[in-house]
């Protein structure tokens, strides 16, 4: 209905990076359950058990790839990009306005366009405003998400202090991997400075003698290290790892 008045706001998102799309396949090996290649992303997560740890872990893991959602507010013209990459068409959050700001005006619109009548002047004045508010609180929840969700982790480990857990690293930066242990499902940080024992046969550099640190952090991505729980706060989510 927006669109084709060609006034109001749309939830947007561009489609997933090649890289998170590698991380997420990683990520899900890593699990234990495996994105075999050639089955598409909606049919790969329709064959896994909702009921299970796991698949909450993938779901979670999912969120790597798709970033960068924004809102598009437009009057007089439809956006460039309407689309949201996660469903494939455009998108608008109308569904709940007592909790998500935005829904308010997507709902004041719609109803207008609905009774043939002018869109009312305070929403439309306000509509170019409406995006910037909802980046500033969207990165509030996710900044509260994470938090609870790294106190969830840590209350997972803060009893198995000095036990062995491979993990699949993910990824590497500045000598710091995160990785995905797969029981309990939990993501952290360890790092991987000087030599770690990895899953490669050919694993020429790792001593740090031969090769730059760019280059050794670049071919641990996608490899199993074993790694030591050191300590966990659940107060502070905050979890310590050490490569063996």
Do not use: K, N
Not at 86 to 110: E, K, S
Not at 145 to 158: K, P, S, Y
């Amino acid at each position: 209905m927006m669109l084709d008045a060609r006034i109001g706001i749309l939830r947007t998102m561009p489609p997933p990076a090649p890289e998170a799309l590698d991380g997420f396949r990683a990520r899900v090996a890593a699990l234990g359950t495996p994105w075999p290649s050639g089955l598409g992303y909606g049919d790969y997560l329709r064959t896994l058990d909702p009921a299970t740890a796991r698949t909450a872990a993938v779901l979670r893991a999912a969120a790597s790839l798709f970033r960068g959602a924004d809102y598009a507010a437009f009057d007089g013209a439809a956006p460039e990009a309407p689309e949201q990459a996660a469903i494939a068409a455009p998108y608008a959050h109308v569904t709940a306005p007592l909790r998500r700001l935005v829904d308010r005006w997507g709902l004041v619109v719609c109803e207008a366009l609905c009774r043939d009548a002018e869109v009312p002047g305070w929403a439309r004045e306000s509509l170019a405003e409406v995006p910037a508010l909802m980046r500033s609180s969207s990165a509030r929840a996710g900044q509260l998400g994470a938090a609870a969700l790294d106190r969830v982790e840590a209350a997972l480990l803060r009893d198995r202090a000095g036990e062995i857990f491979d993990a699949v690293v993910l990824e590497v930066r500045g000598g710091q991997a995160r990785v995905q242990i797969a029981d309990p499902p939990v993501t952290a940080l360890c790092p991987v400075t000087g030599g770690v024992d990895t899953d490669h046969d050919d694993a020429g550099g790792m001593d740090g003698t031969d090769d730059t640190d760019d280059a050794r952090e670049g071919r641990l991505a996608g490899t199993v290290i074993r790694t030591r729980m050191v300590h966990a706060d659940v107060a502070t989510g905050a979890i310590e790892l050490a490569p063996v």
